[in-house]
């Protein structure tokens, strides 16, 4: 009987070890599994860091938006179609949007952004129009330039002035100001060319730029032979209190007209918000261009003042005057315009804007254009954010 137990108790404890010993190797194997797959991933990300492309770190940010208008004016579309600004523009061809008594689709504005590797990151715009097709922009960026430089290269929209480098749909208001249209046009100054910007390491900010373009804006410049157009600028903001932002800047753009004669233009720039709470605020802008084009002086101006009692809404005024022209035309060509706008949301805007505009002659004669517009703007995808 003893032996029997002993027997018993010795099998019991041999099956008890090997039942040990079995968890253990299974243990060893799990974790041996465990290290060869962290050692894969390991070499798989070694191998990515390696490769020249990364499928996932080139796909870009991509953004569509629509405008589209109803408009009524008391000119006709025949007629406005080759409007004049007396001593600024002859015949304009370059009616972009909100042309037509009726109904508009203006465009379909769509844009792409993405990381170059680690020096550079790239955009493009395109416009896509009924019957048109258009590079609004495109170029590459620095990002890892020293001393707070920064480069831009290709076709882009020049940082001369304030209004120019925004975009139509980032705009408070259906169309430029009447000094842009009648000195650079409605499509404003945007070029091939290279841009080299460098930010003081101040604590209030301070910019200074420089541009060399193509030069093929014929209303300034336009000289075809070759590159022609040397832009420079500089712009500061400060706080004046905790609630009062200022922003002043002065540009100057000097090229070759088409007849191969000296043209400059000059900017003044000042805008002033001041924020009442999160969402409402009240901003004043208003820039002054000057230009010296084939020994003629002409300048205009614009003043603008907007009131956002909340972020939905945004109700607005502006003044547009061309005060000194060329020698024996109309230095008294003026336009006024107010706005309401209502944002449902940040990507959806709709524009009802009236304009009564004394600049423009038809058909070789002078005549008051009243203009009624409800423009809606939708902005879809990732794109970046609207100027101050």
Request: net charge negative.
């Amino acid at each position: 009987m003893q032996k029997t137990i002993i027997l018993s108790l010795a099998l019991s404890t041999l099956l008890l070890q090997a039942d040990e010993l079995a968890d253990l190797k299974e243990r060893v194997a799990s974790l041996e599994k465990v290290e060869k797959a962290q050692k894969k991933s390991k070499l798989e990300q070694a191998l990515h860091k390696s490769n020249s492309f990364n499928q996932k770190s080139f796909i870009p940010d991509i953004s569509l938006i629509l405008s589209g208008s109803v408009i009524s004016r008391n000119i006709k579309n025949s007629d406005y179609e080759g409007y004049g600004i007396d001593g600024f523009v002859n015949s304009s061809d370059e009616i972009l949007f909100n042309k037509d008594r009726g109904f508009n689709f203006n465009y379909a504005e769509f844009g792409m952004h993405s990381d170059v590797g680690p020096y550079f990151e790239a955009d493009a715009i395109f416009h896509l129009r009924s019957n048109d097709f258009e590079i609004e922009e495109a170029y590459i960026t620095s990002k890892k330039l020293p001393a707070n430089l920064q480069l831009k290269a290709g076709r882009f929209r020049s940082s001369f002035g304030r209004m120019n480098r925004i975009h139509a749909h980032a705009q408070h208001f259906m169309a430029q100001p009447l000094v842009y249209e009648a000195m650079i046009g409605v499509d404003g100054l945007k070029d091939a060319g290279l841009s080299l910007q460098w930010v003081a390491p101040t604590d209030n900010y301070l910019m200074l730029g420089a541009e060399a373009l193509q030069g093929t804006n014929e209303l300034s410049f336009g000289y075809p032979e070759n590159n022609n157009l040397y832009v420079g600028y500089l712009k500061s903001g400060f706080d004046l209190s905790d609630n009062d932002t200022l922003l002043v800047g002065g540009s100057i753009a000097q090229g070759k007209t088409v007849n191969n004669q000296n043209s400059k233009l000059y900017n003044a720039e000042l805008t002033l918000k001041h924020t009442i709470d999160s969402y409402s605020s009240l901003s004043w802008q208003s820039e002054y261009l000057y230009r010296d084009k084939e020994a003629q002086k002409q300048a205009g101006y614009y003043t603008q003042l907007l009131y956002a009692p909340n972020s939905n809404w945004e109700f607005g005024g502006r003044y547009d005057a061309l005060n000194k022209n060329a020698k024996d035309a109309s230095d008294d060509l003026k336009k006024y315009s107010a706005i309401v706008q209502y944002k449902a949301f940040e990507f959806t805007k709709i524009r009802l804007q009236y304009t009564h505009d004394k600049s423009k002659s038809f058909g070789g004669h002078r005549k008051t254009e009243d203009m009624i517009g409800l423009e809606f703007l939708v902005e879809t995808g990732a794109h970046g954010a609207h100027a101050f």
